[in-house]
Each structure stands twice: as C-alpha cells, then as structure tokens.
C-alpha cells in the first residue's frame, strides 16, 4: 500500500523558516508527480504547488510570491517544502500527495496524515 | 483561478435518505473535476474523479455527475459514517488546482 508521511511542522515565529518533509514507501517514487496542500479553518484546501517524478518541472500557487519551494531526493523517497517568511496565515495543517493524471490535469488519491504548522508570536 | 462554490454549506439528512452536494465553477471546467471526503482528524480521501468516476473501493451509493460549470454528488441511503465534510476540486485549468469551500453532511 502506497504511504506518505509528513514530518517537520512546528511552532515558528513570523518571519521564520522551516522545511517539511515527506516520505514515501511501497511505490516507485520517482514515477509520480506530488503536491503539498494546506487546510485551515479560514481558506479550506488551498493547493500549493507540485513537482515532477524527474524533478525537473515545478509548479507553484501565485499567492506563495516565491517564499515557498518544493524540491525531491528520488534516491530518499523524500520530498520536501521550504517555507521562508511565514506569516500567521500560514498556520495550517500540510499535506502531501500523489497526483493522479487525468485528462487535462490531475486530482489527488493518496494523501499523507498532515503535519500542522502554527506560526506565532 | 477558477473558483469552485459549494452549496449548501451545511446539509442535514436523516439515514436512508438521499444527499445531494452540488458545486459551481466559475468557468468551465469540462469534466475535470474530482470530489473528496474528510472525516474528522483524517486526512481527505478522493470519491469520484472525472466527474462521475467512482475511486477505487468506493461504495456505489456515491455518484458524481455534471461537466461545464455544475457538478453533483450524490450519496443515496445514507449511513452514519457518511457524516463528513465533501469538497469538490477542479483540474481543468491549473495552476492551481482549486477546491470548493466544503460542504459539511450531517446525519440526523
């Protein structure tokens, strides 16, 4: 069965960092595109950006303004979200995906467990 | 961004009954679209993609239906593991993917 794990989610302060991580098993990771999605009580899922199984495509929501980053270690089953400058707003629950494609895009059948991020004061 | 709606935000049925969650986008979408459940303290689990494609080891008293700009789930003979929250996502158009704001289903 395809696993995805989450770790990394914190307490941070606004302006901060943190990186998030997201381990795969029991499937070829490097054949799958995967997203990171956030939900909070005020803005529900909110998709924020996506890599290639290559890692050589990235695709990222304009409403990020380039202070988050996804990149992948195949060799791991890992990838991961750098998050820079977090605001409060950023406090959510994280998680990770695999993309399934069909049609004209893709859809999300298998998620992790979230990681929950809170960034405060 | 295409804007997915959702109504109604809150529906109540009572078991047996049917559920009917309907979500709008602002533009067409054709059939691209997928439906997902959330249970409390789970992560969201995909239903129906395609628009009317049941997921594997989905019950087939889900039902998706619609394309262009109106979609339907349909839960028939509703059980109480049903309560949940239902969220809609199109991917006709992206970036980004875009969810609808959720409707929450509860069982009388």
């Known amino acids: 069965e395809l696993q995805l794990l989450e770790s990394g989610g914190g307490l941070v302060k606004p302006g901060g960092s943190l990186r998030l991580s997201c381990a795969a098993s029991?499937?070829?990771?490097?054949?799958?595109?995967v997203s990171w999605v956030r939900q909070s009580p005020g803005t529900g899922l909110e998709w924020l950006g996506s890599?290639?199984?290559?890692?050589?495509?990235?695709y990222y929501a304009d409403s990020l303004k380039g202070r988050f980053s996804i990149s992948r270690d195949n060799s791991k089953n890992i990838f991961f979200l750098q998050m820079n400058n977090l605001r409060v707003e950023d406090s959510a629950i994280y998680y990770c995906?695999?993309?399934?494609?069909?049609?004209?895009?893709?859809?999300?059948?298998?998620w992790g467990q979230g990681t929950l991020v809170t960034v405060s004061s | 961004e295409i804007v997915m709606t959702q109504s109604p935000a809150t529906l109540s049925v009572s078991p047996g009954e049917r559920a009917t969650l309907s979500c709008r986008a602002s533009?067409?979408?054709?059939?691209?679209v997928a439906w997902y459940q959330q249970k409390p303290g789970q992560a969201p689990r995909v239903l129906i993609y395609?628009?009317?494609t049941r997921a594997t080891g989905i019950p087939a008293r889900f039902s998706g239906s619609g394309s262009g700009t109106e979609f339907t789930l349909t839960i028939s003979s509703l059980q109480s593991e049903d309560s949940a929250l239902y969220y809609c996502?199109?991917?006709?158009?992206?970036?980004?993917?875009?969810f609808g704001q959720g409707t929450k289903l509860e069982i009388k």
């Open positions: 995906a695999t993309e399934h494609w069909d049609l004209r895009g893709a859809y999300f059948d298998n």
């Open positions: 029991h499937f070829t990771f490097e054949n799958y595109v």
């Open positions: 890599i290639s199984g290559s890692a050589i495509s990235t």
């Open positions: 533009q067409t979408v054709g059939n691209s």
């Open positions: 395609g628009a009317s």
């Open positions: 996502q199109q991917y006709n158009k992206w970036p980004p993917y875009t």
